[in-house]
């Protein structure tokens, strides 16, 4: 097995290739406007490094968010077409589930997982203390989540609202690293491992609106 793995829904560009059974080669580099820029030369980055090639490659993860529409569509689009060009299989996770993948690793309660949506708003999901997602994903006020201010909260949503949070715990961002495991073990038939299609979880309807028709003008 070796899977290349990212995620383009937050400001981060993270990458990382799997061999099934451990991170062999990771990049992460935070910069919300260059997703498109960043992520297919980190992608060929993390294979140099590791002395791979695309055709080693026998499948790809990526984060299917929730994020905003233009970073998360980076990521996605990127993975179809490297899944259709090698024939190889496609898998996505949710994004928030990546966060608290490690998060849960050292928190050993419940907590949330919270990513800038921007709007004032976030992107968030409650999780167990054994990882398990009980509640999200969603979007909203960071002030109206239940139970909010008593739970630690991972992602960068919790910095930008500290306010409205307990105790603010790493990661602030997804980890590709992790993306891969948890797409290991969803292959290997781990059953709390949800592997997802590679669509896009948007949650809400982007800022973009196609123009509608142009309206006639009457002659005088």
Request: hydrophobic fraction near 45%; proline fraction near 8%.
């Amino acid at each position: 097995m070796l899977v290349v793995g990212f995620d383009t829904a937050t400001p981060a560009v993270s990458v990382a290739l799997h061999d099934g059974e451990r991170v062999i080669s990771a990049a992460l580099t935070v910069d919300a406007r260059r997703q498109g820029e960043l992520l297919a030369p980190m992608i060929a980055k993390v294979m140099a490094d590791a002395g791979a090639a695309r055709a080693d490659l026998t499948g790809v993860a990526v984060g299917v968010g929730p994020g905003p529409y233009t970073g998360l569509r980076v990521g996605l689009v990127t993975a179809r077409v490297l899944g259709e060009v090698l024939g190889i299989p496609v898998h996505g996770v949710c994004t928030l589930d990546i966060i608290a993948a490690a998060a849960t690793r050292t928190a050993g309660t419940d907590l949330l997982v919270a990513t800038d949506a921007r709007r004032k708003e976030v992107y968030w999901a409650r999780y167990d203390a054994s990882g398990r997602r009980t509640a999200g994903p969603h979007v909203g006020v960071a002030t109206a989540i239940p139970d909010a201010a008593g739970l630690p909260v991972a992602g960068d949503g919790g910095r930008v609202y500290a306010a409205a949070f307990g105790a603010v715990i790493e990661p602030a961002h997804p980890d590709a690293g992790t993306l891969c495991s948890i797409v290991a073990a969803g292959l290997s038939g781990r059953a709390d491992a949800e592997l997802l299609p590679p669509e896009p979880l948007y949650l809400r309807r982007p800022d973009a609106r196609e123009p509608g028709a142009p309206k006639r003008v009457t002659q005088p």
